[in-house]
């Protein structure tokens, strides 16, 4: 069977009408669809014809559509409200932290979302406990390797067999270990950077492929790739140059990727929050970064974490971390506008400014 990745995406246009529906997988085969088609070279056009004749003969679109081999999908219409309803979204390292606090937005704004993470039992229960609070829209865990290409283009290809396409993907997940050249290993560094830089191109690349299909079938329909960057992508870090690094050169595959994809138009861009001090990267009695900085000496004079968390919020003009709902205001804006690509955009309350 040929992939579905090019086929499906195409269909869910086709199938549409004002707002962009969903193909649920339903079954691995079937003989009850409204449109049957078999594998082919021009299996889109054939969709085309029976897809007119249905609509002739019934004076509506199909309910569902099956592909010999291949599997029956249900037609579905998208959730009936929210900011993003309908779309289609994958969250890397969406298990918990940032990630899991922007699928609970995207949730309860109407989205259908993937949970890609490496975390398979903290994955399944942050999808158990959102599609616990809705019933119009669905979660899905999908266990993901973000530096192994196979393991993105499988998250990708599994995700458009189970809904039909993709219409934002935020490229959050990454890692972080901090210190100084003197501390830093050379495997820790090209471990940091497989995951943290090497892992946004991997995303881009087998996103923006199912996004130029999809997109090239309806016309105005846009989509998104984002990569929660951070602050320290936009100035550089005392004895976190690795983690540092990586981020400036994910704002460089921002730019660069959003003057390739945009005459397919596919968005890209950059969040850089602040920091989160609630969160596992930072609050983390282990590995967190309060005891991380606190072990590498990065905060003159501290002796405890509380001292670490206190020094960092003072360099907060707004006095405070930054919060899941402050970057999801920004994925918002991205996502909602259709006139900006390109962008690395500041969440750190006033701490670093554009220039």
């Known amino acids: 069977m040929q992939s579905l990745s090019p086929i499906l995406p195409a269909l869910r246009m086709l199938v549409s009408q004002e707002q962009v ?18 594998p082919s070279e021009n299996i889109i056009d054939d969709a085309q014809n029976k897809i007119n004749e249905f609509q002739n003969r019934t004076n509506q679109l199909p309910q569902s559509i099956s592909i010999e081999g291949a599997g029956f999908w249900e037609i579905a219409q998208p959730a009936p409200q929210g900011r993003l309803a309908g779309k289609i979204a994958i969250v890397t390292g969406g298990a918990q932290g940032f990630g899991g606090g922007i699928v609970d937005y ?8 993937v949970i890609a993470d490496l975390n398979e039992e ?20 999908i266990a993901t390797n973000v530096s192994d290409s196979t393991s993105v283009e499988q998250l990708v290809a599994e995700t458009v067999k189970q809904l039909g396409g993709l219409d934002l993907f935020i490229s959050n997940a990454g890692i972080l270990r901090a210190g100084g050249l003197d501390e830093m290993t050379p495997e820790t560094f090209e471990l940091m950077t497989k ?3 090497s892992g946004y191109f991997l995303c881009a690349k087998h996103a923006s492929a199912v996004m130029k299909v999809q997109n090239s079938y309806r016309p105005n329909h846009y989509t998104d790739i984002i990569q929660i960057n951070s602050k320290s992508g936009l100035k550089g870090s005392n004895k976190n140059f690795t983690y540092a690094g990586g981020k400036f050169g994910g704002i460089g595959l921002t730019q660069s990727f959003a003057l390739e994809l945009m005459p ?8 850089c929050p602040g920091n989160f001090f609630d969160g596992p990267l930072w609050a983390d009695p282990e590995n967190g970064l309060f005891v991380q900085y606190l072990k590498a000496g990065k905060v003159p004079g501290a002796k405890t974490i509380d001292d670490v968390k206190a020094y960092y919020e003072g360099q907060v003009p707004a006095g405070r971390g930054c919060t899941p709902l402050d970057v999801m205001r920004a994925i918002y804006y991205v996502v909602e506008q259709e006139y900006e ?10 701490q670093e400014m554009l220039k």
């Open 264 to 271: 397919h138009r596919i968005k890209v861009n950059s969040i």
């Open 106 to 113: 995207l949730m309860q704004e109407g989205a259908n979302v």
């Open 122 to 141: 903290k994955g399944k229960e942050k999808a158990a406990e959102v599609n616990a609070l809705y019933s119009e829209n669905e979660a899905i865990f």
């Open 195 to 197: 995951v943290n830089y």
């Open 21 to 38: 529906s969903l193909l649920k997988f339903k079954a691995e085969n079937s003989d009850k669809a409204d449109i049957s088609l078999a």
């Open 341 to 350: 690509t390109g962008q690395a955009i500041p969440v750190t309350g006033g």
